[in-house]
Nanobody, 124 residues
């Protein structure tokens, strides 16, 4: 069992930055592929970014490529999402998720554990 807790959301102006953190319980964090997803009002939850066990491989949605960076610190059981050049369309609840598989998946059904989400609001 893995419990995930996100933090770092908030209100920011367009063009600003935020860093989200997701801390996991348990001693096997390094064995999980980690992902960030988001859900905007009235829309389906969508993949944002994913990172491999070691952090050596990352995958991004086209909409955030070049602006967001996912990273992880396995010693701290934490995954991060650095978000720069934020746009109003980035407004959403952001969720981190853990997948016990071996490759980065973009489909949410592949992920076994989810955090409660953190709100990110970008004003224009």
């Amino acid at each position: 069992q893995v419990q995930l807790v996100e933090s770092g959301g908030g209100l920011v102006q367009a063009g600003g930055s935020l860093r989200l953190s997701c801390t996991a319980s348990g001693r096997t964090f390094s064995r999980y592929v980690m992902g960030w997803f988001r859900q905007a009002p009235g829309k389906e939850r969508e993949f944002v970014a994913g990172i491999s066990w070691s952090g050596g491989r990352t995958v991004y949605a086209d909409s955030v490529k070049g602006r967001f960076t996912i990273s992880r610190d396995n010693a701290k059981n934490t995954v991060y999402l650095q978000m720069n050049s934020l746009k109003p369309e980035d407004t959403a609840v952001y969720y981190c998720a853990a997948d016990s598989g071996m490759i980065i998946q973009i489909g949410q059904t592949a992920y076994d554990y989810w955090g409660q989400g953190t709100q990110v609001t970008v004003s224009s």
